[in-house]
């Protein structure tokens, strides 16, 4: 029995139930919130305003920081990349940081104000270097092989080092709780507008990189490095006041104490009591007071039940250590933890994928005609705004046209469920890698052949693809894990969405060092391997998209399969979630637990 199907009667007083923990927020004072004055579509567009600044700065920086680290630092080809691939995946890493402060003793608000505050301070001091003679190496031309340029190094290596530190601290600590603090404005029973914030954070995220792709890194290009990264400094000056001018309107969820704690208490009451045999009685159960209203927006699942012991109580102990004995809330914090990890852990393919259109695709552009007119040639590198150009228009067609359609045919508010977007999001990502490969073969063959460079416009499918892949698969993930969580863990499981991209760029080095060395061979008739050469006429950069396409499609099957057990509850094959009277639901008492069965 769904929660659709109760009597009205029924559905008011759970929603009353909901709508008490939904007031568990307070202002920027400290006091309750009212939800005339705080919170609503009002209050996220100041985010909103922050995540699009954010992204601009910190995109115009990452996408041409290889430029400045190996023409002005004077760093080896090979140590610039490395410099470069280390900074994002640090990026991505340190989200959960970000999350974990939030949640245990920050809120949200107050972890963006402090790390607003040094990735600007980082920006700033990358200018400063990038202005100052003094604080790097002399003038050099690196691609002269006739001259030994000199590396930058002691403290004109420790400024680049601790600005990009910097950076790389306040941006990670910053990402997750601009999405988990925008989504917090709205109510969880309100799914509709919810799904709409994660769409419009998405469509604001496209904007920030669409514009440092083109015109910040323009202005860095044409204007110099040092006005670029002071530009990409005042860019997130103007966030860090969007996030302010909204102070008197937040919804702020007042944080909980260290998260791990609680975790660490459930594996250990289990293991204590793992030889226990559960008993039938419920009053055995360890329960507060608010276990049902912090419970309810939690997932319910009986997966996992070893961990049921640990909010068992013992026979006989009138008192337990919290190590010993855990409460209801605790163990399904635990259970959705680790119910979640094989969905994140499905996502780290689709992002390899990403890495490649990054690195690989931008030299496939090389190696083609770039010209759009005689006198005009389009950078390799602005391929990458393609996608983004495509989806500033489709994500508002998206939320317009497509979730209603979708929601009338489904009942689901958002339209189809977020397993199922990002399911179609890693089904489309396969045929990005597919469109690859035949380009890439049609390119080498028509050079090799026939000596005739094709257009650089050839590439751009695999781009578009990957770009309507992307809004399925990155909006579903945010949306899914924030849905999912608890409210002492929502910023938290918000960043673990971004180690899938930190985990991804990983996996791409060591896959691409794999490639190499299986498909090469010694003696006699020596061959690189497929990405051995650093000419793509010599190498077989379309066998290696061609595994990669395939790698994804086993990934979507894999995905199918984890989605499903996600969603299958095995005690609702026995019994059918009710609430069985009135009184139940005032005692917070269900006979039957209500689960959530998204379906893909």
């Known amino acids: 029995m769904d929660l659709h199907d109760l009597p009205e009667e029924a559905k008011r007083r759970l929603h009353t139930i909901e709508e008490s923990s939904e007031d568990l927020c307070v202002d920027f004072r400290g006091r309750p919130c009212r939800p005339s004055k705080h919170g609503g579509t009002r209050a996220a567009l100041f985010v909103l305003g922050l995540q699009a600044f954010e992204m601009m700065a910190i ?18 080809l090979s ?8 900074f994002i995946g640090t990026v ?24 607003g505050v040094i990735e600007i301070s980082g920006f700033i001091l990358l200018s400063v270097q990038a202005h100052v003679p003094q604080l790097r190496p002399p003038k050099c031309n690196m691609k002269d092989t006739t001259t030994q340029c000199l590396e930058a190094n002691g403290y004109k290596a420790v400024t680049l080092y601790a600005a990009l530190c910097l950076v790389a601290l306040g941006s990670g600590c910053l990402k997750p709780n601009i999405i988990s603090h925008g989504a917090d404005q709205f109510q969880r029973k309100d799914l509709r507008k919810l799904s709409s914030f994660f769409n419009a954070a998405y469509f604001a995220f496209s904007m920030g990189q669409l514009i440092a792709l083109t015109l910040l890194v323009w202005v860095q290009t044409h204007s110099g490095m040092d006005i670029g990264f002071g530009v990409s400094a005042a860019v997130m000056a103007a966030g860090m006041i969007s996030l302010a001018a909204g102070t008197n309107f937040y919804r702020n969820k007042p944080p909980r104490g260290s998260i791990f704690i609680p975790i660490a208490q459930v594996f250990v009451a289990a293991i204590t009591k793992r030889k226990q045999i559960c008993p039938s009685n419920k009053n055995m159960h ?35 250590s919290p190590w010993r004995l855990c409460t209801i809330e605790q163990v399904h914090q635990v259970k959705i933890l680790l119910s979640v990890i094989p969905i994140f852990a499905c996502t780290i393919i689709f992002n390899t994928i990403l890495a490649q259109l990054q690195t690989f695709s931008v030299q496939q552009g090389s190696s083609m005609n770039t010209h759009i007119t005689k006198t005009f040639q389009i950078p390799p590198a602005s391929l990458q705004a393609i996608p983004y150009i ?15 359609i979708a929601r009338k045919l489904t009942g689901n508010d958002s339209g189809i469920s977020p397993l199922q977007r990002i399911g179609t999001g890693l089904f489309l990502a396969t045929f990005s890698m597919v469109a690859a490969a035949l380009v890439e073969k049609k390119r080498r063959e028509s050079f090799l052949e026939q000596n005739v460079t094709l257009s650089i416009f050839w590439i751009a499918p695999q781009f578009l693809i990957f770009g309507l892949s992307e809004m399925f698969t990155a909006v579903g993930l945010v949306e899914f894990f924030y849905k999912q969580s608890s409210q002492s863990m929502q910023s938290f499981l918000t960043a673990m969405t971004y180690c899938s991209y930190s985990f991804g760029f990983y996996l791409s ?23 051995g050469d650093n000419d793509l006429n010599k190498d077989r950069l379309d066998l290696f998209y061609w595994l990669l396409a395939s790698l994804s499609f086993i990934n979507f099957f894999n995905y199918l399969f984890w989605s499903r057990w996600y969603s299958f509850d095995p005690s609702a094959t026995h019994h059918s979630a009710e609430v069985n009277s009135l009184e139940d639901l005032e005692d917070g008492e269900n006979k039957n637990s209500v689960t959530e069965k998204p379906r893909i």
């Open 59 to 76: 995109a115009a920086v990452g996408n041409n920081l290889i430029t400045y680290v190996f023409n002005d630092m004077h760093f080896p």
């Open 79 to 86: 140590k610039s990349a490395n410099i470069v691939t280390n």
């Open 92 to 115: 991505f890493l340190l989200s959960l940081l970000g999350g974990f402060l939030s949640d245990s003793y920050l809120g949200s608000f107050r972890t963006m104000l402090v790390f």
């Open 286 to 320: 360890h329960q507060l007071s608010t276990d049902l209203v912090r419970f309810k927006p939690l997932l319910h699942t009986n997966k996992f039940r070893f961990l049921d012991k640990a909010c068992f109580k013992t026979q006989g102990k009138a008192m337990e």
């Open 390 to 404: 495509i989806l500033i228009f489709f994500v508002p067609l998206y939320e317009t046209f497509f979730v209603p």
């Open 509 to 531: 080095s060591v896959l691409v060092s794999t490639v190499n060395r299986v498909t090469s061979s010694n003696g006699p008739g020596t061959r690189e391997g497929w990405l």
